[in-house]
């Protein structure tokens, strides 16, 4: 999946169930692709952040669930 502007009071719901549970967790799933943040989840899936950089990132816009 591909989020094309994320920013301001923008939040992501994580279902733990992705294997990801906490923002340690997020951070360590993140990969930078150009431009972009990649997210890979258990089982490969993945979530594309356009023209997003680690430093833009925050705990509070992921709700961990």
């Known amino acids: ?5 994320f920013g301001g009071n923008a939040r992501i719901e994580i279902s733990a169930s992705l294997g ?9 799933a993140l990969t930078v692709s150009g431009d972009d943040l990649l997210i890979t989840f258990a089982g490969g ?11 833009d990132l925050s705990s509070s816009a992921f709700l961990f669930v």
Do not use: S
């Open 1 to 5: 999946d591909v989020i094309a502007d």
């Open 45 to 55: 899936n993945t979530l594309r952040l356009e023209d997003t950089e680690p430093a």
């Open 20 to 28: 990801i549970a906490t923002y340690a967790d997020l951070t360590a």
